[in-house]
T-cell receptor, first 113, second 116 residues
Framework: ELKVEQNPLFLSMQEGKNYTIYCNYS?????LYWYRQDPGKSLESLFV?????AVKQEGRLMASLDTKARLSTLHITAAVHDLSATYFC?????????????FGKGTRLHILP | DGGITQSPKYLFRKEGQNVTLSCEQN?????MYWYRQDPGQGLRLIYY???????QKGDIAEGYSVSREKKESFPLTVTSAQKNPTAFYLC???????????????FGPGTRLTVT
């Protein structure tokens, strides 16, 4: 069974601190995605990672991909309250070749002022 | 502006009624998807379509139906057979994965359905 597991599922942290969200996946994939969802809103694309060793940064968020370990990380630097949201990672299912994206359960991030 | 629209934003229905959620895209994407999200949960795939007049069941298709008569449109009907239809419904579209290395799904704003 294809699985995408995020850790932790809930994170409460103080402003100014650093933290990392981990995303493990169970099958070969060459495309990994990070999305952000604000409460009551839709999903917003943050990063698309396409190759082993890929690193992308946007503001205080940095995402990386290790395809050999089947692991992606989303690192938050000096967190601010505006980053409070739920973050999803997802992979493209290459096994069934049907263009399906498999999502993790999401990490709910709450940043305390 | 290119994008995906879903309507309505909020929908209230009585139990036993069928209801159709609209999803339209003007991104010229071949593939379209419907997801269901329950409070505090991730996304679950209901149906998807990679080409006009063809669609496949996702993980939770029971109690739902779709059509894909036009490339731009992928309406979802929640039937009375769906036992617990209250949820947030998200539509997405994409190019086909083989067409682009940076394949990704773009999401509409969602429809929040409440059935009482």
């Amino acid at each position: 069974e294809l699985k995408v597991e995020q850790n932790p599922l809930f994170l409460s942290m103080q402003e100014g601190k650093n933290y990392t969200i981990y995303c493990n996946y169970s099958t070969t994939s060459d495309r990994l995605y990070w999305y952000r969802q604000d409460p009551g809103k839709s999903l917003e694309s943050l990063f698309v990672l396409l190759s082993n060793g890929a690193v992308k940064q946007e503001g205080r968020l940095m995402a990386s991909l290790d395809t050999k370990a089947r692991l992606s990380t989303l690192h938050i630097t000096a967190a601010v309250h505006d980053l409070s949201a739920t973050y999803f990672c997802a992979i493209l299912d290459l096994v069934n070749r049907d263009d399906k994206i498999i999502f993790g359960k999401g990490t709910r991030l709450h940043i305390l002022p | 502006d290119g994008g995906i629209t879903q309507s309505p934003k909020y929908l209230f229905r009585k139990e036993g009624q069928n209801v159709t959620l609209s999803c339209e895209q003007n991104l010229n994407h071949d593939a379209m998807y419907w997801y269901r999200q329950d409070p505090g949960q991730g996304l679950r795939l209901i149906y998807y379509s990679q080409i006009v007049n063809d669609f496949q069941k996702g993980d939770i298709a029971e109690g739902y139906s779709v059509s894909r008569e036009k490339k731009e449109s992928f309406p979802l009907t929640v039937t009375s057979a769906q036992k617990n239809p209250t949820a947030f419904y998200l539509c997405a579209s994409s190019r086909l994965a083989g067409q682009t290395k940076s394949y990704e799904q773009y999401f509409g704003p969602g429809t929040r359905l409440t059935v009482t």
